[in-house]
């Protein structure tokens, strides 16, 4: 089939290259030129594991393409999956403006189109979004009727940054939610391949899937962080207890991994989001408020434990080992690294920084500091003091050397580190 994809961040870049490699042609659309230029020179503008290869056999083999000319696009292709980002707005509501940006421009090409297409929402929105945003835009600006003229569906996305090819060829799930049959077997068709379970509902079920799949995740990261933070009192092994509680076949073993917290550009943005939506309808949330309110403060149990050890860190040198909300990203967004050195440098510390990708990333949010200093590897980062912070849980921080006569207070549960003079985990 052709298909257009219309932004490339992590999910248009990874659902276009996925669905190219699976033997369609398609067509990426953005707005930002570089991203264009390097996706069709075979260069992932994103760093993702595996998404470079696929993309340059793609490119080579002309299965995929990049352009800012969404009309050539639409025009040329019979499906159009909208994949442009949906930030947190004004007190946490989500912003809807590229959605509408791009559900104008479809609805323009589609009043000039005469075949049937079908438009598919796969940004995470709001439950609504999808049918009373998106279609009457699509409308208004073509002049046509969706279900007898164009289809329009929601068809979520639940992959994750690091394993995003993976986790998209290989799903644990499919859900389509279409406005109508025509539309939902149009998008059916081109999964029909994958082998797991498929639910085929209407789009606002749809939306408030992905939604319920992230909040909770969200609920289950604070409740062990907040098991973690009482074992720790107890001198109780917080790991010990997840293990436990992970093989209750109810409850499964992931996303039990105690820590500073939840990140990354999904996870708070869209528990904020479903909170707002919930507001609208005036229901105030009390679990998933509970779950947001603990990983605010998670992350500074790091600096308060040093400063528990060692008193006052005015002055002090402190490195910071890792900078990405999580291990396999230069994703930066939401990381709780940058709670912890705002923190340390609001605590008049030195603070040394370091990751193994994310470095650029975190100097275009974090800026430049006369107290900041970003190093190049971990083992320059703690040349320059005695106390670390381990923050994200990177596999070059599995080394033992780095953490030699060092204090260290670790975020994330990095075995290695217990080879410091002294080490203590944030909860446990
Ligand atoms: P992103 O910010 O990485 O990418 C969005 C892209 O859309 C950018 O390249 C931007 O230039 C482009 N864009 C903006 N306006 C445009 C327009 N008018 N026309 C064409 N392109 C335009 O976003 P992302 O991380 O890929 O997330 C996209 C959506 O998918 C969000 O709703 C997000 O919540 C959801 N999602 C993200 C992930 C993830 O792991 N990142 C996973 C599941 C769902
Ligand atoms: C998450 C979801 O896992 C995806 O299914 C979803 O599609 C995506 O959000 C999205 O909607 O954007 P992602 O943000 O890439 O994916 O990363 P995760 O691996 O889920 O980790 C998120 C955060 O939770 C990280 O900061 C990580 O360190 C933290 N985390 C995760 C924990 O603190 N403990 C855990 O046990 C697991």
Same mark, same amino acid.
């Given at each position: 089939m052709n298909i257009s994809i219309i932004g490339t961040g992590y999910v248009g870049l990874v659902t276009g290259a996925c669905f190219a490699k699976l033997g369609h042609d398609v067509i990426c659309v953005d707005i930002n030129e570089d991203r264009i230029n390097d996706i069709n020179k075979g260069i992932a503008p994103i760093y993702e594991d595996k998404l470079d290869g696929i993309l340059k056999k793609c490119i080579k083999e002309g299965s995929l393409k990049a352009t800012a000319d969404i009309r050539h696009a639409v025009e040329n292709t019979s499906v159009s999956f909208i994949c442009v980002g949906t930030p947190s707005g004004l007190l946490g509501y989500i912003d809807l403006k590229y959605i509408d940006e791009v559900s104008k421009d479809i609805g323009t090409i589609l009043k000039d189109k005469d075949d049937y297409h079908v438009v598919v929402v796969k940004s995470t929105v709001v439950p609504g979004t999808t049918e009373h945003s998106v279609l009457p835009v699509l409308e208004k600006n073509s002049g046509k009727k969706a279900g007898r003229d164009f289809g329009v569906c929601m068809n979520p996305e639940f992959l994750r940054e690091g394993t995003a090819v993976d986790d998209f060829m290989y799903p644990d799930r499919m859900i389509i939610g279409g406005i109508d049959e025509r539309s939902t077997d149009a998008v059916f068709d081109l999964y029909k391949d994958f082998k797991c379970p498929t639910i085929k509902t209407d789009p606002k079920t749809a939306e408030m899937i992905k939604y319920a799949t992230n909040s909770f995740l969200v609920t289950k990261i604070s409740f062990i962080n907040e098991i973690g933070n009482i074992c720790k009192q107890l001198d109780i092994d917080v790991f010990e207890v997840s293990r436990g509680l992970g093989m209750d076949s109810r409850v499964?073993?992931?996303?039990l991994n105690a820590g500073i917290g939840f990140g990354g550009s999904c996870f708070p943005k869209d528990v904020k989001a479903l909170v707002g939506k919930a507001k609208e309808v005036y229901y105030r949330p009390i679990v998933l408020n509970a779950a947001l309110e603990l990983n605010e403060t998670q992350p500074l149990r790091l600096v308060e434990l040093l400063e528990r050890k060692i @008193?006052?860190?005015?002055?002090e040198n402190v490195v910071v080992l890792g900078l990405a909300?999580?291990? @396999?990203? %230069?994703d930066m967004r939401e990381a709780p690294s940058i709670k912890v050195v705002q923190t340390l440098i609001k605590k008049e510390a030195n603070v040394f920084v370091t990751d193994p990708k994310a470095v650029g990333e975190a100097k275009k949010l974090m800026g430049e500091h006369e107290r900041l200093t970003y190093c190049n590897s971990s083992e320059d980062a703690v040349k320059n003091g005695k106390y670390i912070l381990i923050v994200t849980e990177w596999d070059?921080?599995? %080394?033992k050397k780095l953490y030699k006569g060092k204090i260290v207070i670790d975020g994330?549960?990095? %075995?290695?580190?217990?080879?410091?003079d002294y080490y203590e985990g944030v909860c446990w």
């Open positions: 499964s073993p992931k996303f @008193g006052s860190i005015k002055n909300f999580k291990p @396999g990203t %230069d070059e921080f599995r %080394d994330r549960k990095i %075995d290695e580190a217990m080879a410091a």
